[in-house]
Nanobody
Framework: VQLQAFGGGLVQTGGYLSLSCAAS????????MGWFRQAPGKEREFVAV????????YYENLVKGRFTISRDFAKNSVYLQMKSLKPEDTAVYYC???????????????WGQGTLLTVSS
């Protein structure tokens, strides 16, 4: 599956932004779709995951309550809505697909190109 992420930008602390990830190439019916992020100088880390089939979600603790992951069957897309943004949320955000329900980067075999979110203080 091919993934394309977009929607990043510059936001002030406390602001809101929504990222999108468009999928093409195959059905996502057996996929878990995740968002990961990589801050400057740090390793890529898990953010959130949604089961394409039943909508089950799971979040990394630092974003729980602030970020919402969702999917849209008609648009074959996954979204990450982010509110109450903090400077530490600044990172390149990647969407990814896996046939496993996982929070581990190694289990994801399809990756989008990344989109940059910068949160100013």
């Amino acid at each position: 599956v091919q993934l394309q992420a977009f929607g990043g930008g510059l936001v002030q602390t406390g602001g809101y932004l929504s990222l999108s990830c468009a999928a093409s190439g195959r059905s996502l019916s057996n996929y878990a779709m995740g968002w990961f992020r990589q801050a400057p100088g740090k390793e890529r880390e898990f953010v959130a995951v949604v089961s394409w089939s039943d909508g089950t979600t799971y979040y990394e603790n630092l974003v729980k309550g602030r970020f919402t992951i969702s999917r849209d069957f008609a648009k074959n897309s996954v979204y990450l809505q982010m509110k109450s943004l903090k400077p530490e949320d600044t990172a390149v955000y990647y969407c990814a697909g896996s046939t496993l329900w996982s929070v581990y980067e190694r289990d994801y075999d399809s990756w989008g190109q990344g989109t940059l979110l910068t949160v100013s203080s």
